[in-house]
């Protein structure tokens, strides 16, 4: 691959490094199998010194006025957009996903970086009415530390910039790891962060086949304040415990399994888009795609006819090809795992009324899926699909679908669609969620929170909270006045 943007080595103190080793981590197209690039496959010892160089770098990264920073995020900003489109075809050629998605990703990571510039500068403190005449009670917020950042593979970019970008704005320095299967939209995030002039040690990434020995180093170092992970829920708890014998900050953005409520008061035509849009983005691999399709029983007949009309529809192929909407899945161990899902529900009585094999197009490509009889009793109600596939679940009324909605140990995201005023707020307000999506199936953008409750996660990322995990506060008694 030819681009300006590309880089195979990892950055550390502000140094293009290969690892000590020599040893290299291949990347490939999973759409192709193309060889796509090497990059240094970097051991426990060289992520720990990378925690160090932040460390150092701390020192007089904190030091530095808010407005300063704010400008080099501004101008981290303009450069990531200046390389849309070389980043996306990027992003295409190592994760798959469909060009289109990849243009909307790149600038919805860029948003991040000038949303916390702007924030940067609102990091306020208090002043407290004080109980005694000789004293005065302030409060100031301060960067929390050296900041250990690991991203997932979903969204190569934006993952990385909701987590460096905040951190940055609060005057954190940052190590991160990004996903094996995606290093290189990342490394590209550092030629453009290093263009726009952040200071040796601020941002460092390393790069690993090794994620298990270099995660545990950055979540258990005792230089790191802060860990930010996206990934799954199994590999969240072992961070958590990781980073409690040195009590970090944690924020962990893991697993969902969505439902998607389709009331019979719902305009349904926008309801069949809206799922279609929700649950096939990025071929299923989002954290807040539909996981569960719950329809109201008078309904389900129109619903499976316009709805699997538009799933037998969609294109799948390369992300690189005109007009595809489904890209490959990000390696085999995924088809292999929704293989492996779909065929052990039809195995326990699921109606396969779609797709339900591999595509023709190629090795990773699965066929847009559509599973009706779904209940609760099934394996696959359970599970986090990661895959095009959609579950149909048929329910009678709206405390019923409430509760088969929470009854799951997930709460990152929910949807539901209907006319009506008042159950839109009993519904929102019952569904044990971080994000609701009333009458929307898209939530995520720069302004507004991102994050879950119960096991999919604790922390929020995006919005004015966004740079709250990254500060401490600080109070200050003024006694003798
Ligand atoms: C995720 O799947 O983890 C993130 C999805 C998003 O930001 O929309």
Partial sequence: MQSTIIRTQAYVDGQWVSAASGKTLAVTNPATGEHLADVPDMSAEEAAAAVEAADRAFDSWKKTTAKSRAQLLRRWYELIMDNQEALAQLMTAE????????????????????????????TYGEQIPSPSPTSRLVTIRQPVGVVAAITPWNFPVAMITRKVAPALAAGCTVVLKPAEDTPLCALALMALAEEAGFPAGVINMVTTADPIAVGDTLTSH?????????????????????????????????????????????????????????????????????????????????????????????????????????????????????????SHAVGEGAQLLLGGAR?????????????????????????????????????????????????????????????????????????????????ECILSNEV?????????????????????????IKYLCMGGI
């Fill in 448 to 472: 507004a929170p991102f994050g879950g409750v119960k096991e999919s996660g604790t922390g929020r990322e995006g919005s004015r909270h966004g740079i709250e995990d990254y500060l401490e």
């Fill in 95 to 122: 994760q798959g996903k469909p060009l289109a998605e990849s243009r909307g990703e790149v600038a919805y990571g860029a948003s991040f970086a000038e949303w916390f510039g702007e924030e940067a500068k609102r």
């Fill in 359 to 439: 595509s023709e197009v190629g090795e990773l490509f699965y066929q847009p899926t559509l599973l009706g009889g779904i209940d609760e009793s099934m394996a696959i109600a359970n599970q986090e699909l990661f895959g095009p596939i959609s579950t149909l679940f048929v329910f009678d009324d709206e405390e019923e679908v409430i509760e088969r909605a929470n009854a799951t140990p997930f709460g990152l995201a929910a949807y539901f669609y209907s006319r009506d005023i008042g159950r839109c707020w009993r519904v929102a307000e019952g569904l044990e969620y971080g994000m609701v999506g009333i009458n």
């Fill in 222 to 342: 005792p230089l790191v304040r802060k860990v930010s992970f996206t990934g799954s829920t199994p590999v969240g708890k072992h961070i958590l415990h990781q980073a409690a014998d040195t009590v970090k900050k944690v924020s962990l953005e893991l697993g969902g399994n969505a439902p998607f409520i389709v009331f019979d008061d719902a305009d349904l035509d926008a309801a069949v888009k809206g799922v279609l849009i929700s649950k096939y983005r990025n071929a299923g691999q989002t954290c807040v795609c539909t996981n569960r399709v719950y329809v109201q029983r008078s309904v389900m007949e129109q619903f499976v006819a316009k709805f699997s009309e538009l799933v037998a529809a969609l294109k799948v192929g390369p992300g690189d090809q005109e007009g595809v909407e489904i890209g490959p899945l990000i390696n085999r161990k995924a088809i292999e795992r929704v293989e492996q899902v779909v």
